[in-house]
């Protein structure tokens, strides 16, 4: 039985295209020019095929002829190609004008972000917090603003009992812990 699962992406839509239309989709080497209105054609002829929806068809194909790949292989003088391969109408000076122009752009884009990516950013850096100071017990005194490590920050309490291993504190928001004195910075 054949598996009629759903394609989910983009990507799966095109891997089935080129599997379904090789003379008109290719995976690797130049991208042969697609007919206008091959969506159409392609809508038409997997109307019954529930592994593709309209919608991903549409999404597949833009992505396809925005490669990079696909907008390199449209030159002068190559001829447009149905989903069975055969050749149609010429490539006009304008649609290829049209492709160098987006690629330019394309590539631009890409290697602009990637600039900005491995320079260094102009934002200033964030001053680095002040280590906090270990307290030792002899420090301590009941009712005393400590701050207690909890996680990643601190957070501030107050000292509520001092006994001879650890300390009892009053977080902000009422909570009791009992604490080791590592565990309590000033």
């Keep these: 039985m054949e598996n009629t699962e759903k394609l989910k992406n983009s990507k799966e839509v095109v891997a089935y295209l080129i599997e379904k239309f090789p003379a008109c989709f290719v995976a690797e080497g130049e991208a042969k020019p697609l007919k206008i209105g091959i969506f159409q054609d392609l809508a038409e002829r997997l109307a019954d095929d529930p592994k593709v929806s309209k919608t991903l068809l549409r999404s597949a194909l833009r992505q396809y002829t925005s490669s990079w790949r696909y907008l390199h292989g449209l030159k002068a003088g190559m001829a447009r190609v149905d989903l069975d391969g055969t050749p149609g109408e010429p490539l006009t000076e304008e649609h290829v004008a049209h492709a160098k122009q987006t690629l330019k752009e394309s590539k631009d884009r890409v290697f602009a972000s990637r600039r900005v990516n491995n320079t260094k950013s102009d934002k200033p850096k964030k001053p680095r917090r002040p280590e906090p100071r270990k307290v030792a017990a002899a420090d301590l005194k ?26 009892q504190v009053q977080l902000q928001t009422g909570m009791m812990l009992r604490v080791k004195f590592e565990h309590l910075v000033l």
């Design 142 to 167: 009941v009712e005393q603003g400590v701050k207690v490590v909890l996680g990643k920050a601190p957070v501030p309490a107050t000292i509520k009992e001092i006994t001879k291993d650890d300390v």
